[in-house]
Every structure is written in C-alpha cells, then in structure tokens.
C-alpha cells in the first residue's frame, strides 16, 4: 500500500521540492551490442577522444571533449548520415560539479538510428556554435544562452529568445526559484509604472490555496454580489438571476425568469 | 413612398417615446460594445466560438476589432506574461474612453497554474478590471453572460457626464 501523506495543505505547499533531485537511471547496454552504432562509435574513435560511450534506449550516448564539438557534429553529420539535429541545450550540474553537461541530440533518416553527443563545460566557460552545420541550432543555441547563460562562440546572433532582451537571470538555472527571483516578481511593474508604484500596486499573491471569501475587491461574489470596496458582514441578501435590470431597457423586453419556457424535447 | 402606420390611439397620440438622454446614450453604448481581439492563450479560443454563429456575438451588436482605437472593451482571454506586459498597458491606452476591461479565465484573474517567473498574477495588476469571469476556460456562456452584466454596469453609469477615469493608481 502507499504511504499515507497529508492532504490538507496539499494545494499551499508544492507538489515537488528537491530542485536537485537526479532522477534513477534506465539500464546501458554495451556499444558492441548494436553493429550499426559499434561501426558509428569507431569512426569517431578514430579521430576524436571519446570519454565514454554505451546505449541506453536504443539510442547511443557519446560523450566527447567540448573543444572538439562541432568537428564530431561535423564527422557525423557528412560521414555517417545523421542529418537531423532534432533537439540540443544543457543540463545544470552545477550544485554537484560546477559544469553544465550540453547534449546534441541527431536524427539518421536513412540508418533510422539516433544517437546523441554529450560534452561538458565549466560554469565560466564558451562552447562553439553548430550553426554553420544545421540551422536549427541558432534558435536552439539562443534558448540555451537564454535559459543557463551558457554563451556560445561564433553564434551570428545570440541574444534572448524567449525572456524579454531586458530580463536579468537564467531561469532554467536549478539554483533559480520558480516563483522567480525579486527581479522578476517587480518586472511588470517597474517597467511599466517605476519602482515608486511598488508600494501602491502591492505584491504578487503567489499561495494558490488563498481564499478570501470576503473580498469584495478582486471577484465579484455570484449571487452575493456587492459594489467594489463594500465592508461585508457574510449576511448579504442572494440577488435573484437577473439578465437586466429592473424595469427593463429602452425597447428592449426584460428577460423573465417565470415566463420563460424550458425545452426539453429536442425533437419538438 | 413609405406608408408609416402611426397609431395615434397609443403614448396620448403622439408617435413620441419620451425618455432621457442618459438612457438613449447608455442604449447605445451597451448594445454596441466593440470588443478588442485580445486572445492569449486558450481562453482565446472560446472567446472566437462565442463570437462565431452558433453562440453568435454580434446579436449583442459585440463585434471583434483587431483595432483598439475602435474598440469599447478589451477581454483579456489567457495567460498574460511578463514580457507582454508592457504591450497590454499600451494597448489599453490607446482605447477612447469609455472603455472596460473583462478578465476572462483564471490566468487573467490571478495568474491560475501559471504560478512561475514569466506570468503576471493578475492582469489587474497592470490595468484597471470591470469583469472578472472565473473558469479555465470559462465557457462561451460564461462570456455572453459577463457581457450582459457589463451591459449592466454600463447602463447604470451616467452617460453625459464625462466617465471618471480609471487608474490602477
């Protein structure tokens, strides 16, 4: 049976908290066991430095020096078919090595075989661009510099792709808070109306469990309502369904709730 | 030529509706409401069904404007974000007064899931909000009904004199 967890405040505290959590992994199997990628894994051998190499869900996973990126990107682009690069960013290793691990991840139509190469770089350090190799890599590069702060050299235009070009932070940082950092909770408002607003405006109601059922100033309370600021006592009358107000529009008929007619048949 | 059948027996025999000018101005302000396409996210796409034939918008006289200088009221439909901030404050400035602001789903109200760096939590928190419609996504009925108690509130408001205007601040 599972373990019993309380649930009263289930929705006040978040689901999941251990930002650093590593996940347990699928079980490697040899390179020798698939010919294909055993041939794939010797042709970089021969020219490049290969730190580690072994399939896991039927996918190689090469792990090479960052230095020789785009030449093995190059290699296995022209020389043993993967045209594709589907996907590529980084992961934060940093809080256990202080290096962000950056992964390619290629696509062979013709071998209909995936394989994806693996490097690390310290915190401080630069990769190369792949862009010259496969477009795809110019958005894919500008979201990695976007989200980790990872530069990349040679890139024709790295800037933010997906958080405003002014926004301080890389969010996909684990040491970055999701609810984000002061910066971000005050981004609207000092862009908008100055830091003097922040008093006025107030700050942002980030408990998702928060229910006021008195409050008269964000939502109107359905059957219950009352004008905006209105001190309540919890004994306000119910007002009755009403489209308009009581003695109707100029030429238009007010909606009767009595004379109205309910239809049930579809078929009628 | 137009034979007009005025019955003189009726309204002490004139072909005359006596009212005042608030109600005439306030007719027509609430039975046209021009609203500003403003669809974020999927709230957008059920503010495009009650705006097409078979909840059927325009019997409200609420037509789409993809101009907010035509438009009376601007609903917020989905998830705003940080970085378009800014551009729903500009845009809202652009709309001639009077205008209102109907916040449609969770998301607009209060930022609903989205509980990260990138959304705003509430657009109430940028501009001035008349209607709030709760649900994720609140369904075309919800909106035609908002839309009536906005009728509502503009009907109750005094049309002559210039509307007070509204600031966050």
Known sequence: MRAYTPKDDVQAKAYYTDRFYVSPQVAKQDVSSDEVFAADLEAIKAKFEVLEAYIQVEQMVVYINAKDNVDVIKLVKEELDYTQLSEMSAIDWIAKSGQFEIFYQMLSMGKRKRIRIKCFIGKDEAINSVEKLFRSADWSEREMYDMFGIEVNNHPFLKRILMPYDWEGYPLLKTYPLEGDEFAAWYEVDKIYGKEARDIIGPEIRDTARVDRYDSERFGRLGHEVPKGTKITGNEPKTPLAYQEEGGVFMIDRFDEEKSVIITDRNR | ?169
């Open chain 2, 1 to 169: 030529m137009a034979q007009h059948k005025v019955n003189y027996t009726q309204n002490a025999g004139l072909p005359v509706a006596l009212t005042t000018i608030d109600k005439v101005v306030n007719w027509g302000r609430s039975n046209s409401i021009w609203a500003l396409t403003y669809g974020l996210a999927c709230c957008g796409i059920e503010m495009m069904a009650s705006g097409a034939s078979r909840y059927d918008f325009d019997r409200y006289g609420t037509i789409f404007r993809a101009s907010p200088r035509q438009a009376d009221v601007m609903i917020v439909a989905g998830t705003l974000t940080k970085k378009h901030a800014e551009f729903i404050k500009r845009l809202y400035d652009q709309m001639t007064e009077p205008r209102w602001v109907i916040s449609m789903g969770s998301c607009a109200n209060t930022g609903g899931m989205f509980n990260t760096y990138a959304t705003v939590q509430g657009v109430d928190r940028i501009i001035p909000v008349d209607l709030y419609l709760p649900g994720c996504a609140p369904r075309p009925e919800t909106l035609q009904y908002g839309v009536m108690l906005l009728q509502k509130k503009i009907r109750a408001e005094k049309a002559i004199k210039s509307q007070k205007t509204k600031r966050l601040m």
